[in-house]
Every structure is written in structure tokens, then in C-alpha cells.
């Protein structure tokens, strides 16, 4: 065997080498892997029967077995592709494949993304895997690899499964929001599925020769280019899904010519131009679904010559389509104008226009969208006949459709959502709508209908008569009357329709204005004067939060007419709103304790800062409230109250205009979602007494101006990722009582300045990288009640005047660096109660009171003396003390413990011990010459001073001379 290699190709060159002295029966080979990057290398061989042949073989070949790699070649000589389980292989690596793998692929290392795909075992059958089917003849007809989150790209290869009848990259079903119009395919009739992936590339023109093929569902990846045209011979094909890629150009003309069974097409959401080629329509009668939304198609429909009577959903919304609706849908570029209200029928609908190809070819109908294009002309009544019988959503707004509407729209019957906004529309609603749906929904804003809203729409519903908003504004909730407008061009839940006093003639007559000259649409002006009540305030609140569920407490917030100050969790002085408490209502839910569609859910409305009565706001423990802080709260002058804390989907960042919140004693944002940095004008503030900022995303440090909190009580700014140094300035606050700061990533030494705070009663900083010493000007706190200051970096010894503060009762201060003995003033402490000090290097003397103290640590010492306060030498636990459900547990054989409060036995060298001996005598505080050499010296412990050894090296004395400081 010839190998010809380079200098990074060593690793290969050694594979080669062992997988050649093996290779000796049928095949003789000579392979180039001069290079070690791209998928395939080229191999030569000659079969035993002297035939000649190359092939590029997939890299990851140099990392199988000889026999295997034999067998496969052999294959490949025999049939001219590769087998099955080779295609799958060389399928895995190129979709695993981002790019940073340079065609390293080793299939004993492969990740096996795929669930039971076991490309390590060459025995695994691949018919097994999962997302694969095949024949009997094992030959693969289905593959199914959806939302494995592949970043590669399609292999040519596959383009060789000649039985492949489904390759499928679908996405989850129903499809999108038009979802309920949208036939869905059956979960049995998917097999393979690699949508919601993230493969690139283009689509292989080499796919072409999958002649089988009957589903392709590429849907949701990020595929660019063109669609080939050689796909066109995909004459079994039935649905094919494309949507959500970046493919460009244009669709091919002749690309569906030969498509008689095509059932699905989804090609929305592209960036395609051009025409829709007439063979999309063409010998088309299996045609379910057409999809074509979001993409730059031109031109105009294309002519329909054959039924279509399965057609459910046509969607080509958002392109640049023109001309006009035909009347029989037939290309018809000189109908132009408005039909006549006189040459349209009669009232009955008795009379239907007749005509060859009319629109009744699309009998089942039920979705149509040609919203947002450049469509012209009439609605023409053979149109609305045609689509009578079935059709239930019509979208074609924002197009340039004219002249008046049909009396031939009461024939659609079936309708429930009827939207042509932003058109030129004129004329009345013909009387023949009273045959339509009574729960139909109407969108006509920004068109110049006038007249009256048939009493149909307005509150004749089931559905209508439920929204108490229709049974108040009735006909407004449809299309504002004439000479009114609101934002929407109908009255909503949000507002009534405004009278626009610039309007004249013709123009006030006109129905369903958006905008009104030189006046703005006040939000939520629900009366429609132009000014917003406190009633209509607390009535945006109650629509933004899903207020028909908050519990049947508040029903009475659903009627306008209620007064404000009636309204349960509202309080009024002096007939103004001064406090909004919702604590009990179920905010954003869906009515069953669970949270509502996230849509409904619009959050707490800036408009609450017009109330400028307002004191207390308190909405805590709203698990499903959503949103984030309105900038606009700044202005809430009287605020002395705020609290939104335990609402987990509040998110995004405090706004600084809190600051300007000059009367706020109490801002409680805790265990939220809030990030950024924290404000530093939170930290101006001067009559704020509490600031609760714990458990939510913040970052940054705490603000160096905290000593401008000059009324603050209480700081909790616990677990929220702060990073920095605790202010000296905190020292400053003469009524701090509550300082807790655990759980941050904070640094430096705890300010001895904190030892000024003469009324702080607990100091919490557990489980920071705090270091230094505990302040000994903590232990003169004579209110302190709680210090824990567990899982620290902390060091040096425990202050003798903490065990003779009055009123301590929980002290913690494990997991540190301490080193020293227990002060016997803990033994007569009266208060004391929680006393942790395992995981220091405390030792000997416990002081016995303190063992017989049955208050500590829950009464611990009542069962196990002096281990309820502290594990002895030679035990251990995890708390370092005895526990309720067991006491401290003697080491192992051969292990012990260094000091007092171990949670865990070591093997000890007597170099540990004599360093032990050297920490507890304190001699790094002696005289530097007495004892020279020890621990920072030689590693052998005979060489340090005072140390006698025997031959062997066992230590025989200990002559330490010690001076009259240490002892």
C-alpha cells in the first residue's frame, strides 16, 4: 500500500498504516490523504478479480475497521452508490457539521445526536433507528430528524436513496395563527423530519433524482438560494414544505407542471420574486393548502381553468400582487372600476351571475388572504357566490380594492372573520348581510364606507352579548360612526371612538377614521372626551392584566360604570384613588390558576401615572404578571408605597425615573426578573426606608452614594450577581436595622464603619468572597441579632464580645478560615441559639457551658453535649455539628480530623500536624528566628528548628523554644 501524506496528516497516516496490514483478501488499495480537511479523500483499488476503480471516500472511513471499510467498498463497486447505512452516516456528519469541524469526522467519537442512532455499533440495524423506515427489501423510504437543532448542511449523496418516498424537515403543527383554517397533516403520515433545525446551504439540485419522493418538508431551517428546477421530475410528489428559509429567485415556470398529486405547497416566508407560475394551479384537483404569504411575488393571479374542489386554505398575503379579483377567475387585466349597486342582484340573493369557471370551482374554500398587496378593483359578486358555501376567514386588507360591496356577501354564510382594512371602499353595507353569521367579526377601518353598522354585528352574538364592552358601545366596537375615531378605527376595550371636530361634508360621514387632523387618540379614553378619568385609568389596568380573571372578588371593575373608589382592592381619600392593592387577583391568569396566553397580557399600563393621588401600589405575588416598570411611574409624586415583589415574569431593567420618586419610603422589587445595573439614584433617595432589590438578574456593584439612604431601615440586595466591594459608606446610615447582601459574588473586607450602625439588629453576607477578619467593631452592636456570614474567605479569630451581646441569637460563621478557640463569653450568653462554626480551624477548649446550653442549635446538646455545638477531634458531620437525625460520626480507620467542626476525615502527614501545632501556638506572631524553617521552609521535617529525628526519619523530640508574647 502507497500512502502519501504531509506533515499534519500523522494521525491518519498511523490509522492508514494498521488498517492496511490488514486489508489483504479481495481488495488492494492506494489512497491519497495528503490533505486533512474536506469530507471525502480519494481512494484507487483493484478487486481480486482485477477491476479498477476509484472513489471518494467520507473521512470518517479511516477510522472503521478494515473488514468494514472492505464490505463497503465492495458495495459500492457492485451497485455504483453507496449502502444505506453508509448514505445515513455520511447524512449525520454533514448535518452535524457547523464548519469548525474542517471534515474531522470520527465515527467512534460521534456525538450521536440522534436519539438510538448507534453509529458506533456496526451491527445496529439502521431500519431501527430513529426517524428511519424502510421496505422490505431494507431499503430506506423515510427519514424523520425534526428539532435536533442541526447546524450542517444536505449532503449529494442522499440524492442515491432511490426508495425515499418522505424527507421531511417539518415544523410543529397547526400552522402558524391561521392555524384553525390550516389542514394539518396526520402525525402517521410523517417519517422524516428535520425542520426547526439549523441547516444551511442550498437545496441539491442532485435531490432531483429522487423520483419517489412524496414528502419534502424543509420547513424552518436556514436554507438559502434557489429552488432548482431539476425537481420538477418529482412527479409522485404530495406536499411540500419550504417556508421560513431565505431561498430567493424566482419560482420555476415548469417547476410543477407534472405535480397531478399535490396535496400541500408551503412556500411562504421567502424572499421569492416573480410570477406565480400557472402550473401552481394547473391539473391541480388534490390541491389542500397553498402557502405563498410573506414573500415579493409579482404579477397578478394566475387563471384557473380546472376545479379545484379540496382546496381549504390559499394564503398570498404580504407580496406585490396586482390586478383584480376576477370574476371568474379567469386573468382578466381589463376588469377595472365598480360594479353598480343596480346591475348587482336583488335583495334574496336569487339571482347569482352566471358564467363558465366561476369562483364555485373552489367549493371547500375556507381560507383566503391577499392581505398587503396592490390588488385593485371590485369585489365582484360572482366571487362571493362562488366561495358561499364554505368560506370562514377573508383577509384583503391593505390592498387598493374599491367601488361598494356586493350584496352577494350575505351569501358567505359561514364567515367568522372578515377583514378589509386600508382600502377605498365606498358606499353602505348592503342590507343582505343579514343572513351572515351573527358571531362574524368585521375589520373595514380606513376605507370611506358610510351609513349605519347592520345591528347584526354590533351585539346580536352569543360572543357579543358576553364583552360587556360590546353592550355598551354596541355598534362602536365594529367601526367608529361617522365624524368619531380611535386608533383602531373601532372602539375597543382600550377606549371609545373620539369625536373629531375638524371633519366636514362627506368626510364626517365616513366610518371607521384612524386618525383625526391635528387631534391625538387618547388611550383609553373610554368616554371618548378626549381625557382620561381615574375610572378609566383602573379600567386599563383591569383589560391589560386579563381582569375577567382575577377572581370573582372583583367582578365590578368589568362595568365603566362603577365607580373607582367602589372597586374592590382600591382605597380613596377624599374621592381620589390613594391606594391600589391586588395581591388577591389573579393577574394574567386564564381564570383556572394557570397563566393566560401571553398576548393577553400586556402588563401594568404607563397611564398609571396619572393617578396623582396615588400612595400605595402593592401587586405582589402575581406569579403570572408580565412586563416591566413604565418609565412613566417617575411621576407618581405622592408614592410612598410600591411593592411588585414575587412576580417572576416581571423583567427588564429598574428605570432611573424612580428616583424622582421623592416621597417613597418602601420599593420592593424582589424575587423578580429585573436585570441591568441598579440605579444609582435609587441610593439618593433620602426618605426611603426600605430597598428590597433580592433574588432578581441585576449586575454591576452596589453604588458608593448609599450614604445618601439617610432614612433607610432595611437593604436586601441578596442573590443578585452584584460583584465589587461592600461601601465603607454603609457605616454612615445611623437607622439601618436589616442588611443582607448573601449570594452575591462580593468582594474585599466587611467595613469595620458598619460597627457605627448602632441600631442594626442583622447582617446577612452568607456565601459571598468576602475576606479579612470579622470586625471585633461588630461585636459592640448591641442590637445585633443575627450576623451570618457563612461561606466566606474569612480569617483570623472570633471576637471574645460577641458572646456578651444581649440579644444575639443566631451566629454563623462556618465554611470561613477562622482559626482559634471558642471565647468562653458564648458559655454564659443567655440569647444565643443557631451556632455554627464547623469548617474553620477552631480547636480545644469548648467552653462547658455552652455544652450544657440546651437552647443551642434546636436543644442538640441535650443528646449529645458539647457535639450539638461543635464536632470533637476525630468526628465529623456535614453541618460540623451533631444533627437531629444522627450524631457526629467517628472517621474511618487511618483518618482523622485537624480541627473542631469537620465535615469530612482526612489522612494526616505529621507535617500537617506539626503546621496544626504551628497555627493554634500562634508562632507566626513570635519572633521570626525561633521558628525559622517551619511550614515555609524544607519539606522534610527533620531540617525544621526543634526537630529530632531518628535514622529512619522519625520525628523523636520536639524542642521548641517559645517566647514570652506567644504564651
Known sequence: MRLVCRLGCLLLFLLWNVFSTQVKKQLKYSADVTSTEGRTFELSYTTAGGSKGKVECPRYFLTLTSEVMEAEILFRHKHGRWSDRVLLEILYFSLDDDGSSRGKMDIRSAKNRVPKWNLQLRTSDHCTWEGISCNQGRQITQIQLDGLDFPGTLPDELSTLNSLEVLEMKREYPHRHEAKYCVQLDESDTASNLAGNKIHGTLPRSYGALTNLKIVNFDRNNFEGTIPEEFARWSNIESLWLSNNDLTGTIPEHLMDKWQYLTYIDLARNNLEGRIPKGLVKNKERLLNLMLGHNKLTGTLPELRAPMNLLSYLDASFNQLTGTIPTTWRYSPNLEGSLPRGDDVVEGLDAPPTGDGKWGNLKKLQFLSLRENQFTGILPPQFAYGLGDSMESLDIGFNKFSGTLPSAIGKLKKLVHFYAPYNDFDGTFPVETKYMNVNLLLNFTENRLHGSIPRLFCASGPKQRESQRYRISGCDMVLCPGGTFHRDGAAGTDGSCRVCPGLKGQDAKILGRTTCPGLEYVHGDLDGDGELSEREILRLLYVYTSGQHWGNQFTEWADPSNHACQLNGVTCVNNHV????????????????????????????????????????????????????????????????????????????????????????????????????IPEVLFDMAKLEKLHLSMNLFSGHVPSNVQNLKSIKEIMISRTFLKGSIPNELGTLSSIENLEMYGNQLTGTIPSSLGSCTKLKRIDLFNNKLNGTIPSALSRLQSLQILHVKQNRLTGTIASNFGSLPYLSWFDVSSNRLIGSIPETFGSSNSIKDFRLGGNMIYEPIPPALCRNKNINGGLTTTYGCDGVICSLGTYSDPGHATHSEGCKPCPEGQTTMYLGASSCETFSEKDILSMFFDVMRADEWDPLEPESWKAGSENVCDWEGIDCDEDGEIMSIQFPTSSAAI
Open 578 to 677: 390613594a391606594k391600589i392593592d391586588l395581591s388577591d387577583a389573579a393577574m394574567c391568569s386564564n381564570g383556572e390558576r394557570k397563566p393566560g396566553p401571553i398576548d393577553q397580557c400586556r402588563g401594568l399600563p404607563s397611564e398609571l401615572a396619572l393617578l396623582p393621588n396615588l400612595e400605595v401600589l402593592t401587586l405582589s405575588r402575581r406569579q403570572f404578571l408580565r412586563g416591566s416598570i413604565p418609565t412613566e411611574f417617575g411621576q407618581l409624586s405622592k408614592l410612598k408605597y410600591f411593592d411588585v415583589s414575587n412576580c417572576p415574569h416581571m423583567r427588564g431593567t429598574l428605570p432611573t425615573e424612580l428616583g424622582l420618586l421623592s416621597n417613597l419610603k418602601v420599593l420592593n422589587v424582589g424575587s423578580c426578573r429585573f436585570n441591568g445595573t
